[in-house]
T-cell receptor, first 109, second 113 residues
Framework: GQSLEQPSEVTAVEGAIVQINCTYQ??????LSWYQQHDGGAPTFLSY????GLEETGRFSSFLSRSDSYGYLLLQELQMKDSASYFC??????????FGTGTRLQVFP | DTAVSQTPKYLVTQMGNDKSIKCEQN?????MYWYKQDSKKFLKIMFS???????INETVPNRFSPKSPDKAHLNLHINSLELGDSAVYFC????????????FGPGTRLLVL
């Protein structure tokens, strides 16, 4: 079967750095995506990693290690508006995006 | 300009009723999806269409019937609504069928009483 694991909740203060980990078990793996969802809002695409290594987009970076079936989302210079749920998702040769259960990030002043 | 739009945004209805949710994307994408997000925020794919053809049909009760009149539209009709159908339904689209980069609509919050 396919499964993804990520922490259910992470807390941090403004200006800090936080890392949200995601481990997955799947066959036919293509890549790992990250989505952000604010309460009451829709998931919004953040990043996609198909190859090993770090991808940086502004304050957010995403990392993938295919050999370890592991990735993470790194958020730097945290702001209050970063408080949201973050989902990792794997894309596979079944043309489906399988989402993790989400990590709720709370940023405190 | 709204990339992926859904109507209605809220839907409150009685058990046993039939309802439809509409979705439109103006991104020129070939693939569209329906997801269900439950109260625990678990996001699960229901259906996927590529160029009007059904390519993914998860184990969803046959009370749920998607319809894609053209590649910019994907509607969801639900018959005989049940309490357990209460959830947020998201439409999404992507350029490619592998769907790693998906754009979501605002969601339809369905409450079945």
């Amino acid at each position: 079967g396919q499964s993804l694991e990520q922490p259910s909740e992470v807390t941090a203060v403004e200006g800090a750095i936080v890392q949200i980990n995601c481990t997955y078990q799947t066959s036919g793996f293509y890549g790992l995506s990250w989505y952000q969802q604010h309460d009451g809002g829709a998931p919004t695409f953040l990043s996609y990693n198909a190859l090993d290594g770090l991808e940086e987009t502004g304050r957010f970076s995403s990392f993938l290690s295919r050999s370890d079936s592991y990735g993470y989302l790194l958020l730097q210079e945290l702001q209050m508006k970063d408080s949201a749920s973050y989902f990792c998702a794997v894309s596979t040769n079944t043309d489906k995006l399988i989402f993790g259960t989400g990590t709720r990030l709370q940023v405190f002043p | 300009d709204t990339a992926v739009s859904q109507t209605p945004k809220y839907l409150v209805t009685q058990m046993g009723n039939d309802k439809s949710i509409k979705c439109e994307q103006n991104l020129g994408h070939d693939t569209m999806y329906w997801y269900k997000q439950d109260s625990k925020k678990f996001l699960k794919i229901m259906f996927s269409y590529n160029n009007k053809e059904l390519i993914i049909n998860e184990t969803v009760p046959n009370r749920f019937s998607p319809k894609s009149p053209d590649k910019a539209h994907l509607n969801l009709h639900i018959n005989s609504l049940e309490l357990g159908d209460s959830a947020v339904y998201f439409c999404a689209s992507s350029q490619v069928s592998t769907g790693e980069t998906q754009y979501f609509g605002p969601g339809t919050r369905l409450l079945v009483l």
